[in-house]
């Protein structure tokens, strides 16, 4: 773990922008993940220490997703942060590069998803169905690239399983380079800007320190390659 991936350290939290590629967690022997990353990253900060690190995954990226986490240190702080995720005081917002036309300028998703995990996918379903649970966002257009793309900002209201992925693909706006969820015309536009990586990131993050009680907010700036085509049309 680079220093310049840690975007904020103390006693009780720490912070850091997660690179795409690397699971937020992960039980498969030998593959690397940002709970083990930070692990190592607090454990070489204080090699004479042998009091065992503490750290607590509080809300989850897809691998092929980049952004900001933020990581507990303590119990207090696990438990805190733990019920700002899972209502709506943390604030998570997105930046995303899509492609589609005569999409509107804003708005909000609202469907119900089903997750499979035999395939490791969601589906957008009736609420009815039996496990539906609701998904709800809101964009807004930010900017419009070559090839009918835009760059968005989204904010989640609810975390759901490859949440964004769906709804937007569901909505008319697929993500580029997404390949679980785009239909033929994403994946075209996706090979035309050479775009191989999912235009998503996760790059602003708001929440109340869990002991000092200070609202927070970190930001960071999208590393893909898709980010910077639209940006630098």
């Given at each position: 773990?680079?220093?310049?991936?840690?975007?904020?350290?103390?006693?009780?939290?720490?912070?850091?922008?997660?690179?795409?590629?690397?699971?937020?967690?992960?039980?498969?022997?030998?593959?690397?993940?940002?709970?083990?990353?930070?692990?190592?990253?607090?454990?070489?900060?204080?090699?004479?220490?042998?009091?065992?690190?503490?750290?607590?995954?509080?809300?989850?990226?897809?691998?092929?997703?980049?952004?900001i986490?933020?990581?507990?240190?303590?119990?207090?702080?696990?438990?805190?942060?733990?019920?700002?995720?899972?209502g709506?005081?943390?604030?998570?917002?997105?930046?995303?590069?899509?492609?589609?036309?005569?999409?509107?300028?804003?708005?909000?998703?609202?469907?119900?998803l089903?997750?499979?995990?035999?395939?490791?996918?969601?589906?957008?379903?009736?609420?009815?169905?039996?496990?539906?649970?609701?998904?709800?966002?809101?964009?807004?257009?930010?900017?419009?690239?070559?090839?009918?793309?835009?760059?968005?900002?989204?904010?989640?209201?609810?975390g759901?399983?490859?949440?964004?992925?769906?709804?937007?693909?569901?909505?008319?706006?697929?993500?580029?380079?997404?390949?679980?969820?785009?239909?033929?015309?994403?994946?075209?536009?996706?090979?035309?800007?050479?775009?191989?990586?999912?235009?998503?990131?996760?790059?602003?993050?708001?929440?109340?320190?869990?002991?000092?009680?200070?609202?927070?907010?970190?930001?960071?700036?999208?590393?893909?390659?898709?980010?910077?085509?639209?940006?630098?049309?």
């Amino acid at each position: 773990m680079n220093n310049d991936r840690i975007l904020y350290n103390d006693k009780n939290i720490i912070v850091c922008h997660k690179p795409a590629g690397i699971a937020t967690q992960t039980a498969r022997v030998g593959q690397a993940d940002m709970e083990s990353e930070i692990t190592n990253y607090l454990k070489a900060d204080r090699p004479d220490s042998k009091k065992p690190v503490y750290v607590r995954v509080i809300h989850r990226l897809d691998q092929p997703v980049e952004g900001i986490l933020v990581f507990a240190k303590s119990k207090a702080a696990a438990a805190d942060l733990s019920r700002q995720a899972a209502g709506d005081v943390m604030k998570k917002e997105y930046l995303a590069v899509v492609c589609g036309e005569n999409f509107p300028q804003r708005g909000e998703l609202k469907n119900y998803l089903l997750k499979d995990g035999k395939t490791n996918t969601s589906r957008v379903v009736p609420s009815e169905i039996k496990g539906a649970k609701e998904a709800r966002l809101s964009y807004e257009v930010l900017s419009e690239g070559p090839l009918q793309t835009a760059l968005v900002r989204i904010q989640i209201h609810t975390g759901r399983h490859h949440q964004i992925r769906v709804q937007m693909a569901n909505g008319g706006m697929p993500l580029l380079g997404d390949r679980k969820y785009t239909g033929e015309a994403a994946a075209f536009v996706s090979s035309q800007l050479g775009i191989r990586e999912i235009a998503l990131c996760a790059y602003r993050l708001t929440f109340i320190h869990p002991i000092t009680g200070e609202e927070m907010t970190f930001e960071v700036e999208p590393e893909g390659e898709a980010f910077h085509k639209v940006k630098n049309k």
